[in-house]
Nanobody, 121 residues
Framework: QVQLVESGGGLVQAGGSLRLSCAASGRSSYIMAWFRQAPGKERGFVAAISVSGSSTAYVDSVKGRFTISRDNAKNTLYLQMNNLKPEDTAVYYC????????????????WGQGTQVTVSS
């Protein structure tokens, strides 16, 4: 079992930056990922990271702008978001699973409550 708590969301102008954090309780040996859900849309994959942090995956729309990282000593996952666009507006969720990195949300049993990111044009 793991509990996840996101923070760091807010309102930012287009072109700005935000850093999301996700504090995890319990052991740190989980694959961690970020998903997001915009109003009226399904929750979609954003980025994922391996246990060691050596392997990452991103959805094409955020490549070059977002960076996922983790600090296992602090049991914390991060998402650095730069050059934000209005289409990045969504509730951002962190998620955890055992095993390998996957992008399908159905394979993540553990979820945080989400943090709102709003990008104004």
């Amino acid at each position: 079992q793991v509990q996840l708590v996101e923070s760091g969301g807010g309102l930012v102008q287009a072109g700005g930056s935000l850093r999301l954090s996700c504090a995890a309780s319990g052991r740190s040996s989980y694959i961690m990922a970020w998903f997001r859900q915009a109003p009226g849309k399904e929750r979609g994959f954003v980025a994922a990271i391996s246990v060691s942090g050596s392997s990452t995956a991103y959805v094409d729309s955020v490549k070059g702008r977002f960076t996922i990282s983790r600090d296992n000593a602090k049991n914390t996952l991060y998402l650095q978001m730069n050059n934000l666009k209005p289409e990045d507006t969504a509730v951002y969720y962190c998620a955890a699973r055992s095993g390998i990195v996957v992008i399908d949300k159905a394979f993540y049993p553990y979820w945080g409550q989400g943090t709102q990111v709003t990008v104004s044009s």
